[in-house]
């Protein structure tokens, strides 16, 4: 019986003194390792998110989904509360979901 062998694999060991910067942009890119590498060697664009969210991203969107909750609880205050302040809160609430949606790559 006759086994098939896989083709040893490719590695690249970046050197030492951009390790930690190599790693920095992986990380950031939500890539695998793999994916990021094949993107940078051959030119590829690389998709807008990768298969695994860094806890950096998964805060984020934490984030953004509890600003949706309170948005939603500060117009159930409308009847209770002065206008003024309400319209400051959800002006706030909009900023903080602009940036979110900008630190996840996504348009508002």
Not at 4 to 15: D, V
Not at 23 to 40: D, K, M, P
Not at 57 to 62: C, L, M, P, V
């Amino acid at each position: 019986m006759t086994e098939k062998k896989r083709e040893a694999p490719i590695s690249y060991r970046p050197p030492c003194e951009l390790r930690e910067q190599f790693r920095a942009r992986v990380e950031e890119s939500g890539l695998s390792v793999n994916a990021f590498i094949t993107a940078a060697v051959f030119g590829e664009s690389a998709p807008k998110t990768g298969r695994r969210a860094s806890a950096q991203r998964q805060d984020i969107a934490r984030l953004l989904a509890e600003t949706a909750l309170l948005n939603e609880r500060l117009k159930g205050l409308v009847g209770d509360a002065d206008p003024a302040l309400l319209e400051d809160a959800a002006r706030d609430l909009r900023e903080i979901r602009a940036a979110c949606l900008a630190a996840l790559r996504r348009a508002p």
